[in-house]
């Protein structure tokens, strides 16, 4: 499923047309039940002060991947995973982490989360922070399990060093230890490489990686920043004003959003017809040009081959025919009115 909630779209991710989440269990081939979705949003609605902040949310996140969350400020992102922390009640539909209700305990044992204030105690050193955690979590206070997340996070050799001495990527790398201690099936976390340097932000997104493909866990990244999403996410879900208006994989995106601007370069210009022959013909999509160059975003496959054949019709010497794929940030762009009231 690509666009939703009205501006068009087919609901891949949906089940009906009422906007449900496709189903989170379902049965093994023993007949057992299997929990197919990690996270499921099924049609939340919530107002807050009279005001509707999530009207008709859904969207699902799997076992082993990481899953982007997008949108501009004041989409409803933090409303959404407070939903999911338990922190706030829907108004309507449901939502779960690993088929129980996210208002349940069993819910809130198999979630770990990061949000915009990583919660470390300064005067408190590594591993004091993590022991502290996991009682929270009624997780028994194990060194070995402490040691563990620690080495996970490349924090082993600073265990006994106090947080308030911490860079911020260290900070927040012992933030996902802290997420992990108690060794959740999933992890939701909240721009958790906004403010830090690069090289920092890469090793944030490479344990993102790991944590989702190596040990298992579905991993929920909430992200301003499109780049990262598109470097580690397998599938996204774009939220604005309340509403999912993306969703589904970068291929799955491309395919309906248009794959990207294609260039053809001639050897002489083209001649003056020809051109608006092609700008008239709509379904061309000629975005801009030069005297040798068209710039167009193709809207079916058929479009390229079409422009290159009538080009050669008329004995214009293609040069070279390229293609850019579509960014993320493109597609976002295209569709998120960024900055406009609600
Ligand atoms: N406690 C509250 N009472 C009333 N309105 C609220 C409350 N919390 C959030 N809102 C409003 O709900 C809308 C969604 O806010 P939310 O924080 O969920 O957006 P967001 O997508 O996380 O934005 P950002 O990217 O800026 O963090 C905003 O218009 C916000 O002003």
Redesign the pocket.
Known sequence: MVLQNGRDGTGADRADGAGRASEARSGDDEGNLVVEHSITVDNIEKS??G?D?LKGVSFSVRQGEVFGFL?P???????TIRILLGLYSPDAGRASIMGADVTTDQARQRVGFVLDDDGLYDGASAKENLAYFARIYQQPVDDERITQVLRLVDLEGRADSKAGTFSRGMRQRLALARALVHDPDVLILDEPTSGIDPSAQIEIRELMVDIAHDRNKAVMLSS?NMDEVQKICARIAV?DRGEVVLSGSLAELRETMGSGMVTVRTSEPIPADLYEEIKSTAEFGLQDSSENLLHFSPSSAGTTPDIVAALARRGARIEEVTRNEASLEEMYTSIVREGQP?
Do not use: S
């Not at 400020?73 to 409303?79: E, I, L, M, R, V």
């Open positions: 807050l002060q005001r902040i949108g400020n004041g989409a409803g992102k933090t409303t301003h939220l609600a």
